[in-house]
């Protein structure tokens, strides 16, 4: 097993935040917010695939990794609809 892998899929449900805008201003990283902490979202297709719920609350899964912060490989993703929206703050 590589390092910092947990070996399980989990479920987490959060809001989805960007972390990093590209050079036109748009969200180009984003991490979803849970009760339980932040939650790097990693950069591949199902990642990119969800930078437009940016402010919407959904349920993920996939598997998740310690490094410097915690990331998760995104396998699946739905709307978290009885969560609402989320106002993001600051970014």
Request: proline share 1%.
């Amino acid at each position: 097993m590589k390092k910092g892998i947990s070996g399980k899929e989990v479920t987490i449900t959060g809001a989805i935040e960007g972390t990093k805008k590209n050079q036109d201003g748009d969200i180009c990283a984003i991490k979803i917010v849970t009760d339980d902490g932040e939650y790097l979202i990693e950069d591949n297709d199902m990642g990119k695939e969800m930078i437009n719920l940016a402010g919407e609350k959904v349920k993920v899964s996939g598997m998740i990794r310690k490094e410097k912060e915690q990331i998760i490989t995104v396998s699946d993703y739905e709307p978290a609809e009885d969560m609402g929206n989320y106002e993001e703050d600051g970014f």
